[in-house]
């Protein structure tokens, strides 16, 4: 089957759509993360989620929107224990990665009956996106293009020093907890794509290659927001014709990618 006659089905059409529309969210908020080196809390984000998917299954709810909570709460909790109570960062991820986790394995093994498409929030799978998951990625897109329109310039004063943003009288506790907000949401609601074991990479690895072209901030924005819809179509369509899991062939293009990008600077370096 060729590509027009895929693009003939819903489901693939919606893949699509998604891919986008999280490149998008993930290429925005995942140029933060990379920039102020949080990388490892949003990993522990993005595990503490399933404590939420857990709770959601138990309690009959909504899986996504109780992961959502779950994942704000933990991402506040994380940067309350952090700065406010003097434990050091690493050990606050260490604290809700765990927690969630521990949450999510005992709920899910309460939960009466068997877990519906526990596999596909832990590994992911783009062709099950519905077009609510659309929408909400693409209001969630529109509304990190519409915040960091506003407040790029403090959004980059605090990514690389929050001391010097300090002196500046820019408020960084109302965009750091406001874009841990961004990053909680961006995990939970990209889980379909990728999964909860593999989702750190989407938000990272299109801004690390981006970052071997570029250093200018919005650059790698722009830059990774491509990258990552790339991968992201090259490893859907590469899956479906091998017969694999699509989230881990997405990450494995996006890797392959940032490789050959690494190469390709080396080779260039030599050459001048």
Not at 135 to 159: K, W
Not at 193 to 214: D, E, K, R, W, Y
């Amino acid at each position: 089957m060729n590509i027009p006659e895929l693009l003939e089905y819903a489901f693939f059409r919606n893949a699509l759509l998604g891919s986008l529309f999280a490149s998008i969210a993930c290429g925005i908020i995942g140029t933060y993360i990379v920039s102020r080196r949080l990388v490892f809390i949003s990993g522990g984000i993005t595990h503490a989620s399933f404590g939420g998917l857990g709770i959601g299954f138990y309690f009959s709810l909504p899986p996504i929107l109780s992961a959502m909570v779950f994942s704000i709460f933990s991402a506040f909790g994380i940067q309350w224990l952090s700065r406010k109570q003097g434990v050091r960062e690493d050990s606050a991820i260490a604290v809700f990665w765990s927690l969630g986790m521990a949450l999510g394995i005992m709920l899910t093994f309460l939960t009466p009956g068997y877990a519906p498409n526990l596999s596909e929030y832990l590994f992911g799978n783009i062709l099950t996106i519905t077009p609510t998951d659309i929408v909400s990625l693409a209001v969630l897109s529109l509304t990190l293009v519409l915040f960091f329109a506003l407040f790029y310039h403090d959004i980059v004063s605090v990514s690389f020093d929050t001391e010097f943003a300090q002196t500046r009288r820019i408020p960084t506790q109302f965009i750091e907890y406001t874009l841990m907000l961004f990053i909680a949401v961006t995990i939970v609601l990209s889980i379909r794509l990728v999964g909860i074991v593999l989702l750190m990479s989407l938000i990272t690895v299109p801004q690390m290659t981006a970052n071997l072209f570029t250093v200018k901030y919005s650059k790698i924005i722009y830059l990774s927001i491509i990258l990552s819809f790339v991968g992201c179509v090259a490893g859907l369509l590469l899956s479906y014709y091998l017969n694999v899991p699509s989230g881990a062939f997405i990450i494995f293009v996006l890797i392959i990618m940032f490789f050959i990008a690494k190469a390709v600077k080396a080779v260039g370096r030599k050459v001048d």
